[in-house]
């Protein structure tokens, strides 16, 4: 969908080469005008996501559109290779490293070209997050095992994250329109890979929600392509193109919008 727009570039990153050039087959089948190259990043290596980041700056004149949705969804306790909780470390944290190794260059197209968009993923399940904590930052380097719940909940934590970090980012970059996406929930290889129980929580929590599996990225599209002037800096959209109202306090706490950032 993104490529009917016939974008010059597209690089797709990630660890898994034939993945992505079946995406890059489906790209060149749409725009044939497009380059789209696959980049290898590890979100569970941050030295493999400083490495990527370094690759496109040092090829690049210009970065229009940073698409931060990699992504694990209700893993079992674990950590990445630099000792971060597995799903705050892949979700959030890699994330957050390659948007810093990039601002420049985001920045500077934003300061040639008018505009750059930078377009973080967080979900509805952020209401999930950890209670009387919201981010529970004392232990992020464990697996944190201990909730009921607790797959979700770290879910949960890495999706606030995002949520409060994308706000954030409009905040002290405010030339870089930033835009939160909720896909919405769909049976991407995110939710076809759950166990049973884990499934039934995804479908329940969402019935009237469910989306199509060709309609997961809809949101995200919508949000690379929305007029700037129609556009909420800052804000959590819901499919496709509605400002979320499912916010907890959490979202709008400014000293853990401040710990995060630090």
Same mark, same amino acid.
């Given at each position: 969908?993104? @490529?009917?727009?016939?974008?010059?570039?597209?690089?797709? +990153?990630?660890?898994?080469?034939?993945?992505?050039?079946?995406?890059?087959?489906?790209?060149?089948?749409?725009?044939?005008?497009?380059?789209?190259?696959?980049?290898?990043?590890?979100? @569970?290596?941050? =030295?493999?996501?400083?490495?990527?980041?370094?690759?496109?700056?040092?090829?690049?004149?210009?970065?229009?559109? &940073?698409?931060?949705? @990699?992504?694990?969804?209700?893993?079992? /306790?674990?950590? +990445?290779?630099?000792?971060?909780?597995?799903?705050?470390?892949?979700?959030?944290?890699?994330?957050?490293?390659?948007?810093?190794? &990039?601002?420049?260059? $985001?920045?500077? +197209?934003?300061?040639?070209?008018?505009?750059?968009?930078?377009?973080?993923?967080?979900?509805?399940?952020?209401?999930?997050?950890? /209670?009387?904590?919201?981010?529970?930052?004392?232990?992020?380097?464990?697996?944190?095992?201990?909730?009921? &719940?607790?797959?979700?909940?770290?879910?949960?934590?890495?999706?606030?994250?995002?949520?409060?970090? *994308?706000?954030? $980012?409009?905040?002290?970059?405010?030339?870089?329109?930033?835009?939160? @996406?909720?896909? *919405? #929930?769909?049976? +991407?290889?995110?939710?076809?890979? $759950?166990?049973?129980?884990?499934?039934?929580?995804?479908?329940?929590?969402?019935?009237?929600?469910?989306?199509?599996?060709?309609?997961?990225?809809?949101?995200?599209?919508?949000?690379?392509?929305? #007029?700037?002037?129609?556009?909420?800096?800052?804000? $959590?959209?819901?499919?496709? *193109?509605?400002?979320?109202?499912?916010?907890?306090?959490?979202?709008?706490? #400014?000293?853990? =919008?401040?710990?995060?950032?630090?």
């Amino acid at each position: 969908m993104l @490529a009917r727009r016939n974008p010059a570039k597209i690089y797709i +990153t990630g660890r898994n080469k034939s993945a992505a050039q079946r995406a890059i087959a489906n790209i060149k089948s749409i725009s044939t005008h497009t380059d789209a190259v696959w980049l290898r990043c590890d979100h @569970a290596n941050l =030295a493999s996501v400083k490495e990527a980041a370094e690759v496109i700056s040092a090829r690049e004149s210009r970065l229009d559109v &940073l698409m931060a949705n @990699a992504g694990v969804m209700a893993q079992p /306790p674990g950590l +990445t290779k630099d000792g971060y909780e597995l799903q705050f470390g892949i979700n959030h944290v890699a994330h957050a490293l390659l948007i810093r190794k &990039l601002l420049g260059l $985001l920045r500077k +197209t934003a300061e040639e070209h008018g505009e750059a968009r930078i377009i973080p993923v967080s979900s509805l399940a952020l209401v999930l997050a950890p /209670p009387g904590h919201g981010i529970v930052f004392d232990d992020l380097k464990t697996t944190q095992p201990y909730w009921v &719940l607790g797959k979700w909940q770290r879910y949960a934590q890495s999706k606030l994250a995002n949520l409060i970090y *994308g706000r954030e $980012l409009f905040r002290r970059y405010p030339e870089i329109l930033t835009l939160v @996406a909720d896909p *919405g #929930p769909s049976n +991407t290889g995110l939710v076809s890979s $759950l166990g049973f129980f884990d499934k039934m929580i995804v479908y329940l929590g969402n019935i009237n929600r469910f989306l199509g599996i060709d309609q997961g990225h809809w949101n995200q599209v919508w949000l690379v392509g929305v #007029p700037k002037d129609q556009a909420k800096p800052g804000e $959590l959209y819901e499919p496709v *193109g509605k400002p979320s109202q499912g916010y907890t306090h959490w979202c709008l706490d #400014p000293q853990l =919008a401040e710990r995060l950032w630090e």
